[in-house]
T-cell receptor, first 117, second 113 residues
Framework: AQTVTQSQPEMSVQEAETVTLSCTYD???????LFWYKQPPSRQMILVIR??????QNATENRFSVNFQKAAKSFSLKISDSQLGDAAMYFC??????????????FGTGTRLKVLA | GAGVSQSPSNKVTEKGKDVELRCDPI?????LYWYRQSLGQGLEFLIY????????KSGLPSDRFSAERTGGSVSTLTIQRTQQEDSAVYLC???????????FGEGSWLTVV
């Protein structure tokens, strides 16, 4: 079974600085998708970034980028020029690409990011 | 609708009572998921619908939990004889089809006293 591990329960970053959130996963599959979701106090989960395992190029969305190391099964999120609005819980998630599967997402336990003014 | 809508947003119930949580997915989305988020925990998968059928209900924690989906749209998660350990945020998500990006609602916060 697949697992997702986020070893940092909480992180802090100074406004305008850069922070990296860690995520590791375990799977025997060769094709899959990885995601970072943000959950602000409003509780609504918002997709931040998505990475397809067969793509070697790291995904980037504005100030958000990932460092995807497939062999190491590592998928970290880098937030550049941190803003107060980035403060939230961040969840790493895995989803199989197996079309015969049920496409359920497996989530880590989350990292709470605090942004200091 | 514009987004995934869940109701009620907050529910306090007495132990032993039944509760129903409702999810209205984004219009046209055929796939629907229920997750549970307990305090300080990650998201725990409960059940997945494709249309009205549930090909994966492996995450339902006990036979007190059930879910249905009608008309390929609205889904209801029912918890019978609620227990204190059922207290959590219940999140619903939908996607255009299996394998597409999922979009979450704001969740229903259930407190069992």
């Amino acid at each position: 079974a697949q697992t997702v591990t986020q070893s940092q329960p909480e992180m802090s970053v100074q406004e305008a600085e850069t922070v990296t959130l860690s995520c590791t996963y375990d799977t025997s599959e060769s094709d899959y998708y990885l995601f970072w979701y943000k959950q602000p106090p409003s509780r609504q989960m918002i997709l931040v970034i998505r990475q397809e395992a067969y793509k070697q190029q790291n995904a980037t969305e504005n100030r958000f980028s990932v460092n995807f190391q497939k062999a190491a099964k590592s998928f970290s999120l880098k937030i550049s020029d941190s803003q107060l609005g980035d403060a939230a819980m961040y969840f790493c998630a895995y989803r199989s690409a197996d079309i015969s599967g049920t496409y359920k997402y497996i989530f880590g336990t989350g990292t709470r990011l605090k942004v200091l003014a | 609708g514009a987004g995934v809508s869940q109701s009620p947003s907050n529910k306090v119930t007495e132990k032993g009572k039944d509760v129903e949580l409702r999810c209205d997915p984004i219009s046209g989305h055929t796939a629907l998921y229920w997750y549970r988020q307990s305090l300080g925990q990650g998201l725990e998968f409960l059940i997945y619908f494709q249309g009205n059928s549930a090909p994966d209900k492996s995450g339902l924690p006990s036979d007190r939990f059930s879910a249905e989906r009608t008309g390929g749209s609205v889904s209801t998660l029912t918890i019978q004889r609620t227990q204190q350990e059922d207290s959590a945020v219940y999140l619903c998500a939908s996607s255009r089809g299996a394998g597409n990006t999922i979009y979450f609602g704001e969740g229903s916060w259930l407190t069992v006293v």
